[in-house]
């Protein structure tokens, strides 16, 4: 199954298991964030709804892309400026592309499984 995601202004086809480098995403290393904004959702059958799924994924590390260099000149004016610039990025590891609800109801599971052990 795969999933076309919408994060940093950008749009991404992702499947279980793809690693993508994105804009900055708030979360440390081994942080668990869901893609909120899912476009599409298709298969091997055909497209599916988006509104029913979710996509989680691992943070591999916070990272800076390459340098870009910026250089400005005005010829016979004496006028030079040159700059550098790297844009910071967040490295994800695409975990599941799944139903919306699914976490909702493990994290449920776990709540009660916990209170039955308090008693």
């Avoid at 869901?34 to 029913?52: I, N, W, Y």
């Amino acid at each position: 199954m795969f999933a076309v995601v919408r994060t940093g202004g950008k749009q991404y086809r992702v499947a279980a298991g793809d690693k993508i480098a994105v804009e900055k995403l708030a979360g440390e290393a081994g942080d668990t964030v869901t893609l909120g904004d899912v476009l599409l959702v298709g298969d091997d059958e055909g497209l599916k709804d988006a509104g029913k799924v979710a996509v989680s994924a691992e943070i591999i590390a916070q990272a800076k892309s390459e340098k870009v260099i910026v250089f400005k000149k005005r010829r016979r004016h004496n006028y030079r400026r040159k700059n550098g610039h790297r844009q910071q990025l967040t490295l994800l590891r695409i975990l599941a592309v799944g139903d919306a609800a699914a976490p909702a109801k493990k994290a449920a599971a776990s709540k009660k499984t916990a209170a039955a052990q308090a008693d």
